[in-house]
């Protein structure tokens, strides 16, 4: 059973930084692009940062550049998104997610985790 599982969600104030984690299980993604979305209530699922299957390749929204750090570690099978400069509008939940159907910046992956909640608060 493929699986994704993120962690290192939570309540920050703003400027703080958190680290998220995205394990995956059940085969290797090592030849995958990987992402990072988030999804706020009441707004679509949006693009946060993607990275290439060897790391070489990142990508991110205009809204987190140079902000936040998507990195990976093939041989554990993990993605992480550094997050810094937290934003009371970064509040949303970030969903993990690898080998995109169409383009890296769409949400159409073929695996996806289950979220984990960041809350910045003012």
């Known amino acids: 059973q493929v699986q994704l599982v993120e962690s290192g969600g939570g309540l920050v104030q703003a400027g703080g930084s958190l680290r998220l984690s995205c394990a995956a299980s059940?085969?290797?993604?090592?030849?995958?692009?990987m992402g990072w979305f988030r999804q706020a209530p009441g707004k679509d699922r949006e693009f946060v940062a993607a990275i290439s299957w060897n790391g070489g390749r990142t990508y991110y929204a205009d809204s987190v550049k140079g902000r936040f750090t998507i990195s990976r570690d093939n041989a554990k099978n993990t993605v992480y998104l550094q997050a810094n400069s937290l934003k009371p509008e970064d509040t949303a939940v970030y969903y993990c997610?690898?080998?995109?159907?169409?383009?890296?910046?769409?949400?159409?992956?073929?695996?996806w985790g289950q979220g984990t909640q960041v809350t910045v608060s003012s």
């Open positions: 059940g085969r290797t993604f090592s030849s995958d692009t």
């Open positions: 997610a690898a080998n995109p159907s169409t383009s890296y910046y769409t949400p159409v992956y073929a695996y």
